[in-house]
């Protein structure tokens, strides 16, 4: 039978007659591990310091080089040797597999008394590196829980106990701060739903001498339950974990420690307790820390937003530092959900209290700007920013020039909308000022002070240049450019963009086409769709350069042409653009999906729709599994990851930030009902791989455990694979999956065996 359809696949033009482990060999070759080192020119690890100079890698020929930049003259000079740190890391790890330069990871680097204090990825020690060489730090003999720094670093804030500790960095000196924390009601917990994490949810004010904090009541807050696979009797993990729908979930209850006096003191804010919710994503931490809540300058005043349950009201409120006072100043209610940013990242509102004003980010016009009110009564004074484009993220506010950097995407007219690029405008009115000119997707890192910004350009096929600019734009200096030289000379292609048209025939839809090296436009290819559709984020995973998006270009040498589309539902273009299908997250783009797989084929004669297969992790799981029960027609081959297949056993806050708190419809129904993929498995006509790991503290296992409920009970065949010991993100077994993946493509949708148990691994 294999044999006959390989003669068709060679008289035809229309199959792969076999997949070799050359094949495989080489689709290895493009993943980001292998492609990464053969890049010349690229920038990484840029940091500013607190002195206004700048570090950053350039790596070149598999090798970083350490520069640090004065940027009053735009000369670099070298930061540290590469070497000294491996050395240090060597000998302050002597049990440990030795490290080499070249493989190092930076994962942090401050300035410290004129020299580097620099953290290494998967290595608890700190380094000092001056021109001396490098030095471990020796950690003063205290706990080992993870500590957030003070603004001048000699203290750290930690959680032992369900009490908030403070630990001198220098000397280890331990201080207890706070004595009533209890059992699932402790200050600072970082571990309601799928965090349960150790580390601690504070805000130093500027001087150091409170925190702003709480304390989290989850003690009727349901319980997740994960057992380990081991030898003997089964270790059990559990921890607070609330569900969409329950009656009660996790709380804080909002508290300043001032820090000030000789007996720290604990200040109640005179409010009632709060959701455990913020603006910017699931849980109550931001990009960059728990940005929800704002400081004054002076540490008097605090500022912070309340969420309600169902992220429809946001509330921005001030505290008095001192009695804890509380004064509820401007308040914003959406029909769907209230988010401080287009894409949940980094929220935008800011406290401004010496000049009694706040900006308030909203999508009111339907599109993300920036608003200027008065403190006092919460009035609009201005829009600083207008039109049909968005801000994505603020950089820097000069308050005595009345002048405000931020990140916008969209604004450009015809450039594609989800391309970044940097602006400034003044608070008091006037054009907003376009910084970074080129036609291109730009990563801005700006300095402390504002003065200077490093901005790296590129788009998905052309290489990075990361120039240094001012704040006017203009260019200080040229710090790297990237040669594709050899990454070419390895076979690399690029990927493509290309548009469609959405559901509605008329909204246009961005995506992302990889295509085999050895492309032959004589043949016809199956086609493999990545799929994650939000609605926070979207399929795509860059817009600008990257010399691996995921293992996209891998399987596509395989002999797939693979593709990723932003459909409606997603982020980064309007608010009814990403509101598409909110209260319907069955909905999952796959309607945008369907017809984007159809033009493309009707442009391209080589791609065979009739071979469609699909695939993602997480909610990207979801929609795999949804595309197969709800379009069987369409979709052959999909390979579910993870997912979210029924949102009420998952966490609370997401759910029902995007598809509303849970409201009975009568007759037994809600409106979740019929939303899980369970109840549409009997519809299953292709081929369906369920993977999840049984240790995810994330999507909890029992999510996928139901579908192959559904599909045993409708008698229906599909294929499955439990990973003991893996979470969410899988780890190490990764490479596993990645190899099967490619498999159960290479078998269904080429029709052929591919090299059996080919080893998969990381790169050497």
């Known amino acids: 039978m294999l044999g006959a359809l390989l003669l068709v696949g060679a008289a035809t033009g229309t199959a792969t007659a076999q997949v070799t482990s050359a094949d495989y060999q ?75 330069p070249d493989k190092l990871s930076v994962g942090d680097i401050r300035g410290q008394d004129g020299a580097l204090r620099i953290r290494v990825r998967g290595d608890d020690h ?30 750290e804030a930690f959680v032992r106990d369900w009490n908030l500790w403070l630990r001198d960095t220098a000397t280890g000196k331990e201080t207890r701060l706070t004595a009533d924390g209890r059992p699932d009601y402790g200050y600072a917990t970082d571990n309601a739903g799928w965090k349960h994490t150790g580390d601690a949810v504070v805000v130093w004010s500027p001087d150091g001498q409170k925190l702003a904090t709480f304390q989290q009541d989850q003690r009727k807050t349901s319980t997740m339950t994960l057992v380990g696979t081991n030898v003997g009797a089964p270790k059990v993990q559990q921890w607070k974990y609330p569900f969409v729908g329950d009656k009660d979930v996790t709380m804080i209850e909002r508290v300043i420690v001032d820090l000030s006096a000789a007996t720290p003191q604990t200040i109640r804010l005179r409010m009632p ?15 960059e820390g728990w940005e929800d809540v704002q400081w004054a300058p002076d540490g008097k005043t605090l500022a912070f937003v309340s969420t309600d349950r169902g992220h429809k ?32 990242d980094s929220v935008n509102w800011r406290y401004l209290p010496d000049s009694g004003e706040f900006i308030w980010f909203s999508q009111q016009s339907d599109w993300g700007h920036l608003y200027l009110h008065d403190l006092a009564s919460g009035k609009l004074k201005r829009q600083i920013t207008s039109g049909d484009w968005n801000v994505t993220k603020i950089a820097h506010i000069d308050p005595a020039a009345r002048t405000l950097w931020f990140r916008g995407v969209g604004r450009e007219a015809g450039r594609d909308p989800y391309l970044v690029h940097y602006y400034k405008v003044g608070l008091d009115g006037g054009e907003v ?84 090296s050895n492309f032959d436009p004589a043949k016809r290819y199956p086609i493999v769709t990545y799929i994650y559709p939000g609605p926070q984020v979207g399929s795509v995973r860059s817009r600008s350069f990257q010399p691996a998006h995921g ?34 997250m069955a909905d999952n783009t796959l309607p945008d999906q369907i017809a ?152 269904n949708l080429l029709g052929v065996e591919p090299p059996k148990e080919f080893a998969l691994k990381p790169a050497e």
């Open 313 to 344: 009201t946001a509330t921005l409120r001030v505290a008095d530092a001192q009695t804890g006072a509380v004064r509820d100043v401007y308040t914003e209610t959406v029909a769907t959900q209230y988010q401080s940013a287009p894409a949940l």
């Open 596 to 747: 984007a797989l159809k033009q493309l084929a009707a442009r391209h004669p080589w791609i065979d729709a009739t071979r469609a297969g699909i695939w993602g992790h997480s909610g990207g799981g979801n929609a795999t599994a949804g595309a197969m029960f709800r379009y069987p027609d369409v979709y052959k081959v999909g390979i579910a990851e993870s997912g979210n297949h029924d949102n009420l056993s998952y966490e609370d806050d997401w759910a029902e930030r995007y598809h509303g708190l849970l409201a009975d419809k009568g007759d037994g129904k809600t409106n979740y009902s019929g939303q899980d993929n369970a109840a549409y498995a009997k519809n299953l006509k292709g081929k369906l791989f369920l993977l999840h790991g049984l240790m995810d503290d994330n999507v909890p296992p029992q999510s996928t455990l139901l579908v192959v409920d559904a599909l045993v009970k409708a008698n229906k065949d599909f294929d499955l694979l439990l990973l003991p010991h893996a979470r969410h993100g899988y780890g190490m077994d990764g490479y596993y999956v990645m190899r099967r993946r490619w498999d159960y493509f290479v078998q």
């Open 551 to 584: 293992d996209h270009q891998a399987l596509a040498e395989l002999g797939f042409i693979v593709i990723a589309v932003d459909g409606m539902g997603t982020p980064l273009r309007s608010k009814s653009f990403q509101d598409a299908w909110y209260g319907d």
């Open 26 to 100: 080489r689709a290895a070759s493009m993943l980001g591990d292998r492609t990464l080192p053969l890049l010349d020119g690229w920038l990484r690890d840029a940091t500013w310091l607190d002195d206004g100079s700048l570090v950053y890698g350039v790596m070149s020929a598999g090798k970083t080089a350490y520069l640090r930049l004065d940027p009053a003259t735009g000369q670099s000079t070298p930061a540290f040797d590469l070497q000294a740190l491996a050395d240090a890391v060597n000998q302050a790890n002597p049990k440990a597999k030795p490290v080499v």
């Open 126 to 155: 700190d380094y000092r590196c001056d021109d001396k060489g490098c030095r471990a730090l020796v950690k003063p003999k205290s706990g080992d829980e993870p500590g957030v720094v003070s603004p001048d670093g000699t203290r």
């Open 433 to 516: 000022q376009l910084l970074t000119p080129e036609n291109a997707n730009h990563a801005v890192t700006a300095s402390k002070d504002g003065r200077y910004f490093v901005d790296t350009y590129s788009t998905i096929d052309t290489a990075p240049v990361t120039l240094l600019r001012d704040a006017a734009g203009r260019q200080v200096a040229e710090l790297a450019r990237t040669d594709l030289s050899r990454l070419k000379a390895a076979g690399w292609v690029a990927p493509t963009a290309f548009t469609v048209k959405a559901r509605d025939g008329k909204t246009d839809l961005y995506g992302q086409m990889f295509k085999p």
């Open 273 to 287: 307790p709060d959701q455990h919710r913020s603006t910017c994503a699931d849980d109550l931490l931001c990009s």
